[in-house]
């Protein structure tokens, strides 16, 4: 049996896509089961608290394509305060900031890993006390 050669790439692309999309499902699924209200139109995702008052998680991203191996920076705010806050890029943990009293980080760097080129990747971030979470699209290769 013989195989095209893009065939591979093609077939990469959409595990890719599928596996970013569940990640997504995943973070939003927390946010709302801890008392926030999923999305906020924005791209973002809100995230609660697990102590009856809810807050929104935002990230910010410095831009929004970058090729793979290039750095960005994302900043965020919404989370607990002192928090350690997970950041991904597609299922690849890139960054781990801690946030400030205020919940806040400010221009984390982070390196775009490699994935298919033109492919949107989801930046997520998900606090590890609140899990509250938020998310952007990253358009990767451009």
Same mark, same amino acid.
């Not at 006390?129 to 990767?140: E, I, M």
């Given at each position: 049996m013989r195989r095209d050669r893009g065939s591979g790439a093609v077939i990469a692309a959409v595990i890719g896509?599928? $596996? #970013? &999309? $569940? =990640?997504?499902?995943? +973070?939003?699924v927390i946010a709302v089961s801890n008392g926030g209200g999923g999305s906020t139109g924005d791209g973002t995702t809100g995230g609660g608290t697990t102590g009856g008052g809810s807050a929104s998680a935002k990230i910010f991203l410095s831009r929004d394509? +970058?090729? =793979?191996?290039e750095t960005l920076t994302v900043s965020g705010e919404g989370f607990g305060a002192g928090e350690t806050v997970e950041i991904r890029v597609h299922i690849s943990v890139v960054a781990s900031p801690q946030a400030d009293e205020a919940g806040r980080f400010v221009s984390v760097t982070i390196t775009v890993p490699e994935l298919p080129v033109g492919w949107?990747? #989801?930046v997520s971030a998900?606090?590890?006390? #609140? %899990?509250?979470?938020? #998310?952007?699209? %990253?358009?990767? &290769?451009?």
């Open positions: 896509a599928v $596996i #970013t &999309g $569940i =990640a997504t499902i995943v +973070a939003a394509s +970058a090729p =793979a191996g949107d990747a #989801t998900i606090g590890q006390d #609140t %899990l509250r979470a938020a #998310t952007r699209q %990253l358009r990767v &290769g451009g």
